[in-house]
Antibody, heavy 120, light 113 residues
Framework: QVQLKQSGPGLVKPSQTLSLNCDISGDSVSSDSAAWSWIRQSPSGGLEWLGRTYYRSRWYNDYAVSVKSRITINPDTSKNQFSLQLNSVTSEDTAVYYC??????????WGQGTLVTVSS | DIVMTQSPDSLAVSLGERATINCKSSQSVFHVSDNRNYLTWLQKKPGQPPKVLINWASTRESGVPDRFSGSGSGTDFALTISSLQAEDVAVYYCHQYYAAPLTFGQGTRVEIK
């Protein structure tokens, strides 16, 4: 059974970098049938996909246009995890962040969520 | 980008009655090569992560009660709760993963009448 466990700080100061990790059990970050995404839900309620990383003979990343200049999603094969870094955060980045496995050849799995508040 | 539009925005249904949520995508999410629609239905309750109810538009996930069903293909989809229970009060989202950027509907709030 695939499980995703998130970790990272719940409070980030404005202009700093938000960093979260997602540990994978029951699958491999290097699987050629999986893709690993970060998604957030702001206090206003909507779900917003931020980006993903996946391996198909080489590593690929896709990012949402809204955060493309500030986001990095990296796989870590040694720890079987993937990470989110979002730079230059503002109060608009306050949200619950989820990691998820979402791909065309795998059943979807979501992490437990991490509330990240941007505040000084 | 594929825009997902749900209707209605909110729905109040009596216990034991049927609830139907519609979802329309701005372009087809049907993949010809494997004959699948790349669309899921999610249930979101406060303080909990989204729960996947239906994958590939009509495949119920393991452990999901059979009162939940998904239908549709191409650009038009529906989630039906055949007999609403109190524990079904939640916000429901459709979600396409046919193409990046992955996108979600705006959500439909289901309440008890």
């Amino acid at each position: 059974q695939v499980q995703l466990k998130q970790s990272g700080p719940g409070l980030v100061k404005p202009s700093q970098t938000l960093s979260l990790n997602c540990d994978i059990s029951g699958d491999s970050v290097s699987s050629d049938s999986a893709a690993w995404s970060w998604i957030r839900q702001s206090p206003s309620g909507g779900l917003e996909w931020l980006g993903r990383t996946y391996y198909r003979s080489r590593w690929y990343n896709d990012y949402a246009v809204s955060v493309k200049s500030r986001i990095t999603i990296n796989p870590d094969t040694s720890k079987n995890q993937f990470s989110l870094q979002l730079n230059s955060v503002t109060s608009e980045d306050t949200a619950v962040y989820y990691c998820a496995r979402i791909s065309q050849r795998s059943q979807p799995v979501w992490g437990q969520g991490t509330l990240v508040t941007v505040s000084s | 980008d594929i825009v997902m539009t749900q209707s209605p925005d909110s729905l109040a249904v009596s216990l034991g009655e049927r609830a139907t949520i519609n979802c329309k995508s701005s372009q087809s999410v049907f993949h010809v090569s494997d004959n699948r629609n790349y669309l899921t239905w999610l249930q979101k309750k406060p303080g909990q992560p989204p729960k996947v109810l239906i994958n590939w538009a009509s495949t119920r996930e393991s452990g999901v009660p059979d009162r939940f069903s998904g239908s549709g293909s191409g650009t038009d989809f529906a989630l039906t709760i055949s007999s609403l229970q109190a524990e079904d009060v939640a916000v429901y989202y459709c979600h396409q993963y046919y193409a990046a950027p992955l996108t979600f509907g705006q959500g439909t709030r289901v309440e008890i009448k």
